[in-house]
């Protein structure tokens, strides 16, 4: 029998102290050989019960807090007591103290993508609904990527991707894998255009994408093997979208210099300004070109269930692969990105290596064999914290909180815009803008103006309940909004309103007083 079973049946005691009592037992076992009845890693389901029990006891506050919770908590503030690197693994610990080092220190000092006040980068989500559904991954562990062992499973994998590529208008055939986030997803399209379009001699092929790209791409193309220098970040216009003459002749040129034209990638939402690439257009001179087009959408991809995004992502149904990050755009916990392609057999031709010891793999294209289509063989089952909350919610749900956000944008800018000394650099064309501080009788030149705004958005941001970013384009440090936070609501836009106006003055002043 279970020792901590075995304690339990005879004493008559309180909750507290079958606890104290269970970690007594689990430190006392340790010192014992492993046996069936000595076995400390293999919890009960009574035991893992009341841990997690202590777990959650932790979480009900937590989650409470972040709606109005400090959006940041820099790590140099005198609240953040972070526990030093522990190189060397100390002796056991009580699940309770374990819980209180991670609660009371290390997650506090933080950014808190998560919180209402948050509108920095890109925000990031966390519903809880997917925890729960990772909690239960975890504990089945079930082998997701060969489907002939656990086929229930595995389809759940493919419905979600066929819901998304339902969503994004990428015809029958269509395919493709979650990732852990939108930079693997860039990457994994780079290496599967690669592998399907070109020959083992690459070294003349050239990577069209706007000077605004995500610096993923750049990093993604280097990781699949081809030289930065082959990568050409093209110029964009006022709007921050890219200058589809400039790609034009920069295309011709490098083919009349012998070099081979091979890859575009378009933006559904640049990070810096939210920016969407003329979609339509760069799949004409894609076709025209023979290149494969490929669209980051990791911030913008899901407004296309808005009636606003479906209108500015038009044409992103034309391109080969999309990079789609649920972490953003749907809230999801981090960890969970996606790589579509228009084929999913080209998938299968860039991924599939057979291994004698595998089952082999399906022949049905409706029974998918992840580890056949992408790089990963052993991994979580990263579906389920997507599929439960669209099973709970529908699409509809997802919808009206990203035309929420869209609103909010809006009602931000015009408040913004309204402001005395502000000017804004870029207006939404989803739910990111940016802007800056630019006095009337201040010098014009770019380091002043820089160093202004640098301080305007550290004053901005110190009552920390909300945060906010920048981000240099031309030269000129600019203040961005993005709004994508689920938890973020029309009270979170107002107190960031009255954040930037209340420091309008105090920042010109400042800058006098140091003249
Ligand atoms: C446009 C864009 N692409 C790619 C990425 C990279 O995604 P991840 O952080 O999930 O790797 C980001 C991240 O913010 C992004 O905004």
Known sequence: MNPFIAIQAKCRIDASTTFALYIYTRADMSQQPISSNNSPLELTGHQFRQELSQVIDQ????????LDGDAWTPHDSPSADITPREPKLGPPCA???????????????????????YLAYVPGGGIPHSAIADLISGIINKYVTVW?????????EADVISWFNDLVGFPAGSGGYLTTGGSMANWSAIVTARRVRLGADFSKAIIYTSDQSHHSIIKAAVLAGFPEAHVRLIPCDTTHRI?????????????????????????????????VDPLQDLATIAQQEQLWFHIDAAYGGFFCLTDQGHQALRGIHLADS????????L????????????????????HQVDAAYLPPFQEDADHVDFCGISPE????????????????????????????????CTQALEAVKSLDHIQIMSSPQLSTFAFRLVPSDFPSDSESLNSLNINFLERINT?????????????????RICVLGFRTHERHIAQCIDAIESNISPTIENYKSID
Not at 262 to 273: K, R, S, W
Not at 380 to 404: M, N
């Open 148 to 156: 002939s062992v656990a086929p229930g499973l595995a389809n759940i």
């Open 377 to 408: 063989l052993s991994r979580d089952f990263r579906a389920l914290r997507i599929w439960l909350p669209l099973k709970l919610f529908g699409w509809d749900t997802f919808k009206q909180y990203l035309e929420q956000k869209i609103k909010l």
């Open 463 to 479: 009552q920390r309940k909300i945060y906010l970013s920048g981000t240099t384009i031309d030269g000129n440090f600019l203040i």
């Open 95 to 117: 699940l309770v103290d374990v819980l209180d080092d991670l609660f009371q220190r290390r997650i506090h000092p933080s950014f808190s993508p998560a919180s209402g006040g």
């Open 243 to 275: 200058n589809l003459q400039e790609l034009k002749s920069t295309i011709a040129s490098d083919r009349e210099s012998g070099l081979t034209p091979f890859l575009i990638t378009g933006h559904a939402g640049t990070t810096n300004t939210g920016a």
């Open 331 to 350: 809230f999801l916990p981090y960890g969970t990105g996606c790589l579509l392609v228009r084929e999913q057999a080209t998938l299968r031709q860039s």
């Open 59 to 66: 979480l009900v506050p937590y989650i409470d807090g972040l």
């Open 322 to 329: 999309i990079t789609l990050d649920p972490h953003k755009g």
